[in-house]
T-cell receptor, first 111, second 114 residues
Framework: EDQVTQSPEALRLQEGESSSLNCSYT??????LFWYRQDPGKGPEFLFT???AGEEKEKERLKATLTKKESFLHITAPKPEDSATYLC????????????FGRGTSLIVHP | DTAVSQTPKYLVTQMGNDKSIKCEQN?????MYWYKQDSKKFLKIMFS???????INETVPNRFSPKSPDKAHLNLHINSLELGDSAVYFC?????????????FGDGTRLSIL
């Protein structure tokens, strides 16, 4: 069974304090790994798709990386507006296009 | 322009009632989904439709019945609501059923059963 585990469950940072969120996965034949951001009272908002080990993608203060077992979402010099829940989802091979979601990391950035 | 819109945003009702949630997407996508998000933020797939046809039907009580009148709309009807149905229900869409298609989500319907 496909599994996606995100850590930590919650993270509090001071503004400017860089850190990383982790997404570990166990799937048979990774087709794609997705990162989403979810603000309170809103639906998940797509950030990145990573396809293969070694791939990296960046958007403003966020950088996502991928290895064969996990993905990291690095947040450089975060600002309070980066506060949100970050969700990871993986799409496995075998014909199913439905991704499996992790439970998310709740990030709070204090000014 | 809202890409995926759901109505209502909030739904408070009594146990045993029947209710519907509507979803519309204006992205021209072929595939739509219903997810349930519990209090611990876990997103669990319920149904998926591709071009109005039911593709995925996870282990969901048959009190839940999706309907897709056209590929831009996917509604969810729930009969005989139970306390355990309280959750946030998200509609989503993606371009099609090929791999690596990101999903676009609505802002959710918060269902509370009294």
């Amino acid at each position: 069974e496909d599994q996606v585990t995100q850590s930590p469950e919650a993270l509090r940072l001071q503004e400017g304090e860089s850190s990383s969120l982790n997404c570990s996965y166990t799937v048979s034949g990774l087709r794609g790994l997705f990162w989403y951001r979810q603000d309170p009272g809103k639906g998940p908002e797509f950030l990145f798709t990573l396809y293969s080990a070694g791939e990296e993608k960046e958007k403003e203060r966020l950088k996502a990386t991928l290895t064969k077992k996990e993905s990291f979402l690095h947040i450089t010099a975060p600002k309070p507006e980066d506060s949100a829940t970050y969700l990871c989802a993986v799409q496995a091979g075998g014909g199913s296009y439905i991704p499996t979601f992790g439970r998310g990391t709740s990030l709070i950035v204090h000014p | 322009d809202t890409a995926v819109s759901q109505t209502p945003k909030y739904l408070v009702t009594q146990m045993g009632n029947d209710k519907s949630i509507k979803c519309e997407q204006n992205l021209g996508h072929d595939t739509m989904y219903w997810y349930k998000q519990d209090s611990k933020k876990f997103l669990k797939i319920m149904f998926s439709y591709n071009n109005k046809e039911l593709i995925i039907n996870e282990t969901v009580p048959n009190r839940f019945s999706p309907k897709s009148p056209d590929k831009a709309h996917l509604n969810l009807h729930i009969n005989s609501l139970e306390l355990g149905d309280s959750a946030v229900y998200f509609c989503a869409s993606s371009q099609d059923t090929r791999n690596n298609q990101p999903q676009h989500f609505g802002d959710g319907t918060r269902l509370s059963i009294l």
